[in-house]
C-alpha cells in the first residue's frame, strides 16, 4: 500500500474510468473497494446507492461484510437514527467521514451500541464515508476491519474525504454510462406485506419470478459462506423501516440489467400495527423522471418539455404552452437526446413508458 497525496490522486483519477466499464453493482463496489484499498486497506465494504430525489437506498453491493441479520437490525436503528452519524449529517457537515468502533478517536456516545452488533460479528472498526456530487448524495460506502485490527486512523479518514467526491462520481457514471433503454419485461405490481416482526406474510402470486429476475443477486457475506435467502431483500428493508418510522410511503427507483424499476413501501392501515406494503412494479413516468433529471443532470425546463412530449404535445404545441420558440424546444430535445444516450423523441418515450 502507497499512502502519498499521489496515492490518493491516482485512485481519485482511477475510480470514474472504472465504474464506466462495469457490468452491474456487485462489480461497482467490488472494483471501488479494491480501488480504496489501495490507500485505505479493509476486510470488507458495503456500497448502497442512494434514489437522488428521495435518499432511500436503490442498490446495495457487499462483500465480507455483515451478515444479512446484523445488517438489518443496523438498517431499523439507522431509521431511527441510533447507529452511526446519519449520512445527511454528513451530507451538510464539513468532512464527510465518521469512523465507528472499539478505539474510535471522533466517535459519539450515542452511536456506541453500534459495538454488540459489530462485535457479533466479528469487526472491530467501520468507515463510513458519505459520497456526495454537486451537492446530492449519491450514495454512502462502508468500510470494515475485523476485530483485532488497528481502528481507522485519522489518516486514512483524511484519506477517504479526498476520495468521497470521486467515488460519489463514480457511482454517477455507473447510473449513466449506458444509454437509456426501454423496459421489456413487463409484469402486473408485486406486492408484498412485511408485518411489525420483518416477517414476510404475504405476496400476490406473481411476485417470485420479477423478485428474482430484478432484485440484486445474493452476495458472499464472509468468504466460503454464502449469504441467506433474506438478502434479496437487502435494500428491501431499509425501505420498510422508513416507511415505518414516518407513517408516510417511502419511495426509491432501482436500476437493475431489465430497466428502472420502483419500490413503494407504505404503512398498511386496518391491519397489524406496525405492518408494512412494498409495491415493486416498472416505475411510472411521474416516478422515473425527477430521478433520471438528477442522474442525467437534465435541467428543470428539459424535464418540463419531456413531460409535455409524454402527453403527445407537438413541437409547436409545447413551444406555446412554454412560451418558448419551436427552436428552442427541438435544442432543449436534443440535449435529452445527448444526456441519455437515445436517438429520437420516440425512443425516449418509449424508455419512459411500461
Not at 452519524?85 to 453500534?114: H, I, K, Q, Y
Not at 477517504?160 to 444509454?179: C, G, I, K, N, S
Not at 435494500?235 to 418510522?245: E, G, I, K, P, V
Not at 406496525?274 to 443532470?297: E, K, M
Request: proline residues 7%.
Amino acid at each position: 500500500m502507497t499512502t502519498g497525496a499521489g496515492a490518493v490522486d491516482s485512485v481519485c483519477r482511477a475510480v470514474p474510468d472504472v465504474a464506466a466499464r462495469v457490468g452491474g453493482a456487485a462489480e461497482l463496489g467490488d472494483e471501488l473497494s479494491r480501488q480504496v484499498g489501495r490507500v485505505v486497506p479493509h476486510d470488507g465494504y458495503l456500497l448502497t446507492g442512494f434514489d437522488p430525489v428521495t435518499g432511500a437506498r436503490c442498490f446495495l453491493s457487499c462483500a465480507n461484510s455483515y451478515d444479512s441479520g446484523a445488517r438489518r437490525r443496523m438498517d431499523s436503528e439507522d431509521a431511527l437514527g441510533r447507529t452511526r452519524s446519519p449520512v445527511a449529517e454528513l451530507v451538510d457537515g464539513a468532512f464527510p467521514v465518521v469512523v465507528l468502533g472499539a478505539g474510535a478517536w471522533d466517535e459519539r456516545p450515542e452511536t456506541r451500541r453500534l459495538h454488540r452488533l459489530m462485535a457479533a460479528d466479528s469487526y472491530g472498526s467501520e468507515m463510513c464515508v458519505a459520497l456526495v456530487h454537486r451537492g446530492i448524495a449519491r450514495g454512502a460506502l462502508v468500510l470494515l476491519r475485523e476485530r483485532g485490527s488497528r481502528p481507522f486512523s485519522p489518516a486514512e479518514a483524511t484519506r477517504a474525504a479526498d476520495l468521497a467526491e470521486p467515488l460519489a462520481r463514480a457511482v454517477q457514471v455507473f447510473m449513466t454510462a449506458r444509454p437509456l433503454r426501454p423496459r421489456h419485461f413487463r409484469f402486473p405490481p408485486v406486492v408484498v406485506v412485511i408485518d411489525a416482526d420483518d416477517r414476510i406474510t404475504g405476496m400476490t402470486s406473481t411476485g417470485a419470478d420479477p423478485l428474482t429476475r430484478l432484485l440484486p443477486g445474493v452476495y458472499p457475506t464472509r468468504r466460503g459462506r454464502p449469504a441467506d435467502p433474506a438478502e434479496r431483500f437487502a435494500f428491501l428493508w431499509h425501505l420498510a423501516y422508513t416507511a415505518r418510522r414516518t407513517a408516510a410511503p417511502a419511495l426509491t427507483r432501482a436500476p437493475t440489467s431489465h430497466g428502472w424499476f420502483s419500490l413503494r413501501a407504505q404503512p398498511l392501515t386496518g391491519g397489524t400495527a406496525g405492518a408494512v406494503v412494498v409495491t415493486l412494479q416498472p416505475a411510472p413516468a411521474a416516478d422515473l423522471l425527477p430521478a433520471l433529471a438528477l442522474w442525467y443532470g437534465i435541467s428543470a425546463r428539459e424535464q418540463t418539455v419531456v413531460e409535455q412530449a409524454m402527453r403527445g404535445e407537438a413541437v409547436k404545441q409545447i413551444a406555446r404552452r412554454l412560451h418558448l420558440s419551436p427552436h428552442t424546444v427541438n435544442d432543449h430535445l436534443k440535449a435529452i437526446y445527448r444526456k441519455t444516450g437515445v436517438a429520437s423523441r420516440e425512443e425516449l418515450i418509449a424508455c419512459l413508458s411500461y
